[in-house]
């Protein structure tokens, strides 16, 4: 029996509208691939993610940076207590097949840095940040999905074919 896929969902505790949304959006469709959402467990793009994946019946996993399952998001299928503070992002992205970045904030920059260093998993933004190089051209390896559909569609096209339920 195959690994589940995991996918990382990552973005700001203080999320606009439209994050939100989004990753709420995202959490459903994870969740109708059969993808296991691993997230950062507390608020905003977490708590949508989480319970977007919740009401389609996903597994969802949150990775706490303190050292109690205080702040986690009550959509939570499994709560991850690291005592890791940021640190924590590092657990996040190397526990993921593919990773979705929604909105913007510094800590989902840096899980978006982890994720392009780690290499050899799809890495997704969506709505968030664009990183350019030292000439002004956007960064290889980071797709920019123009909605939730396409930001799934992105991350789940890693999975292999036999891993497909």
Same mark, same amino acid.
């Given at each position: 029996?195959?690994?589940?896929?995991?996918?990382?969902?990552?973005?700001?505790?203080?999320?606009?509208?439209?994050?939100?949304?989004?990753?709420?959006?995202?959490?459903?469709?994870?969740?109708?691939?059969?993808?296991?959402?691993?997230?950062?467990?507390?608020?905003?793009?977490?708590?949508?993610?989480?319970?977007?994946?919740?009401?389609?019946?996903?597994?969802?996993?949150?990775?706490?940076?303190?050292?109690?399952?205080?702040?986690?998001?009550?959509?939570?299928?499994?709560?991850?207590?690291?005592?890791?503070?940021?640190?924590?992002?590092?657990?996040?992205?190397?526990?993921?097949? =593919?990773? $979705?970045?929604?909105?913007? +904030?510094?800590?989902?920059?840096? %899980? !978006? *840095?982890? /994720?392009? @260093?780690?290499? &050899?998993?799809?890495?997704?933004?969506?709505?968030?940040?664009?990183?350019?190089?030292?000439?002004?051209?956007?960064? =290889?390896? $980071?797709?920019?999905?123009? +909605?939730?559909?396409?930001?799934? %569609? !992105? *991350?789940? /096209?890693? @999975?292999?074919? &036999?891993?497909?339920q």
């Open positions: 029996m195959p690994s589940p896929y995991q996918v990382a969902v990552c973005g700001p505790r203080a999320a606009t509208e439209a994050e939100s949304v989004a990753a709420r959006r995202v959490g459903e469709l994870l969740a109708e691939q059969g993808a296991v959402i691993v997230c950062g467990g507390g608020t905003g793009v977490m708590a949508e993610v989480a319970a977007g994946g919740r009401s389609r019946g996903g597994l969802v996993i949150g990775v706490r940076p303190g050292n109690t399952r205080d702040g986690a998001s009550p959509d939570l299928d499994a709560v991850l207590v690291t005592n890791m503070g940021e640190a924590r992002n590092a657990v996040i992205v190397w526990s993921a097949d =593919a990773v $979705i970045v929604i909105g913007g +904030s510094w800590g989902t920059l840096s %899980e !978006l *840095a982890l /994720a392009k @260093r780690r290499g &050899g998993v799809p890495v997704i933004s969506l709505g968030g940040w664009t990183i350019l190089d030292a000439n002004g051209q956007p960064v =290889a390896g $980071i797709d920019v999905a123009d +909605s939730p559909e396409h930001a799934v %569609e !992105l *991350a789940m /096209a890693g @999975r292999s074919a &036999g891993d497909q």
